[in-house]
């Protein structure tokens, strides 16, 4: 069973940054779409940053300009480097395929905004 480990979550300022960590315990990981999602209390979870097997991103628009995803085949990791954090932001975000298919979500981690 594949297994999603998001880590770098934590209580930061507003206008501060965080650069979170997924590592995906699957084989064909350079193939696979990936995206970063976050849930807010009493929200859905919504994709906020996904990135193809070829490096192409994209963003929602609440996040455009200030968050980069990124990934390190090699590793099986991706990666949110979140800049310019506002409360907004605060939610727990998780990774998995950007796709109709999913895997089993992981604990997630943590992103708290102070104002």
């Known amino acids: 069973q594949v297994q999603l480990v998001e880590s770098g979550g934590g209580l930061v300022q507003a206008g501060g940054s965080l650069r979170l960590s997924c590592v995906a315990s699957?084989?064909?990981?350079?193939?696979?779409?990936m995206g970063w999602y976050r849930q807010a209390p009493g929200k859905q979870r919504e994709l906020v940053a996904g990135?193809?097997?070829?490096?192409?991103?994209k963003y929602s628009d609440s996040v455009k300009g200030r968050f980069t995803i990124s990934r390190d085949n090699a590793k099986a990791t991706v990666f949110l480097q979140m800049n310019s954090l506002q409360p907004e932001d605060t939610a727990v975000y998780y990774c998995?395929?950007?796709?109709?298919?999913?895997?089993?979500w992981g604990q997630g981690t943590q992103v708290t905004v102070s104002s």
């Open positions: 699957v084989s064909i990981f350079r193939f696979i779409p």
């Open positions: 990135i193809t097997s070829g490096g192409s991103t």
């Open positions: 998995n395929a950007d796709g109709t298919q999913k895997y089993v």
